[in-house]
């Protein structure tokens, strides 16, 4: 099992977890709104750092994004292999090709 897929089974569990002793069911108890808006403030902290460029802390933003991109996905019902399954049928196709048969 690859580190995300590892994350994500951690994440679903905690759905059904107390709030009271998990970030992950304390963040999910407060909707699917919440958990995107989180995931956005995550995104733009990593913004912020590549824009610096500093590589240490993009690290760790990036970190923290995936983490709460797994988080929104869960308030929604969406399963991290869907994603990966899309991204495995956009392998091979230049995204410059992709664009043009639009
Ligand atoms: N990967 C993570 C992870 N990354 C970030 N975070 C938490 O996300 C929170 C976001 O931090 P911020 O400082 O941005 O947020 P904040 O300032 O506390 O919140 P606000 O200012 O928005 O109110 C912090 O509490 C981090 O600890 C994470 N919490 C949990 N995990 C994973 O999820 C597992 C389950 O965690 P629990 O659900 O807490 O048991 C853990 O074992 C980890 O593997």
Do not use: N
């Not at 590589?55 to 399963?79: I, K, N, P, W």
Request: negative net charge; hydrophobic residues 45%.
């Amino acid at each position: 099992m690859t580190t995300l897929s590892t994350l994500a089974s951690t994440i679903a569990m905690r759905a059904s977890a107390d709030p009271d002793s998990s970030w992950t069911a304390k963040l999910l108890a407060k909707g699917p709104e919440k958990c995107a808006e989180k995931f956005g403030e995550e995104a733009i902290e990593a913004v912020i750092e590549a824009v610096k460029g500093d590589r240490e802390q993009l690290t760790y933003e990036a970190a923290d994004v995936l983490f709460h991109l797994l988080v929104m996905l869960q308030s929604r019902g969406v399963a991290l292999d869907d994603v990966l399954a899309e991204l495995d049928r956009r392998q091979g196709t230049s995204g410059i090709a992709e664009k043009a048969s639009r």
